[in-house]
């Protein structure tokens, strides 16, 4: 009688580690020899990035530099809304020109000594397009016109609601303008301008 429970067992084991095999080789997958070698991708994206820069370096903003930068503007766009909403400056300082810097840091201050709640929530960019974009002196600027969809309202402190609706999205239409020194290392962009 005792071996047969051995034999249970090991029938047992068997199929918990099938089981794992397979749940493992779907979640990772298998090898179909279509896999991308890491070490020419990386070469292949820092070559981009190589020639994006030299291109703002020059001062060539074609389409495919208007593209890369839309795409990390709409990134920040975002990252700006949710962490302002949430009162989280120190999350994006590294994206904010000084002045904007101070500007937030204001209206927060205020929001605070007002005991005012601000609940918002992003639901994404319906689009972003550029609107302009110069060179002065080694500052690039480009302007861009966003429209997103958000939530967004304001609370006092026993949570009545001072304006917007927490059940309502709302089309938001925004101008703002980015700037970076083109002789800079650094790939961020400040945004220096909201208020356009």
């Known amino acids: 009688m005792n071996y047969s429970f051995e034999y249970i067992d090991i029938v047992l084991l068997a199929m918990i580690a099938g089981f794992i095999f397979l749940r493992l080789r779907g979640i990772l997958g298998k090898r179909n020899g279509n896999e991308e070698n890491i070490d ?32 990390g503007a709409k990134i920040a766009y ?32 205020e929001r605070k000594s007002k005991e005012i709640k601000s609940e918002t929530t992003f639901i994404g960019i319906n689009s972003a397009t550029i609107k302009d974009h110069i060179k002065k002196n080694n500052m690039l600027e480009v302007t861009v016109d966003f429209v997103s969809e958000i939530i967004s309202c304001t609370k006092d402190k026993n949570d009545k609601i001072l304006s917007g609706d927490p059940d309502k999205v709302k089309k ?12 800079s290392n650094s790939p961020n962009w400040l945004l220096i301008d909201t208020q356009l």
């Open 172 to 183: 938001v239409f925004d101008t703002w303008k980015f700037s970076k020194d083109s002789k």
């Open 40 to 71: 020419s991708s990386f070469t292949k994206d820092f070559q981009t990035n190589e020639i994006l820069k030299n291109k703002i370096k020059k001062n060539i903003f074609d389409e495919e530099a208007k593209e890369d930068f839309l795409k």
């Open 78 to 109: 975002e990252t700006i809304i949710t962490n302002f909403a949430l009162g989280n400056l120190k999350e994006i300082n590294y994206l904010l020109d000084k002045k904007v810097s101070s500007e937030f840091h204001h209206a927060l201050n």
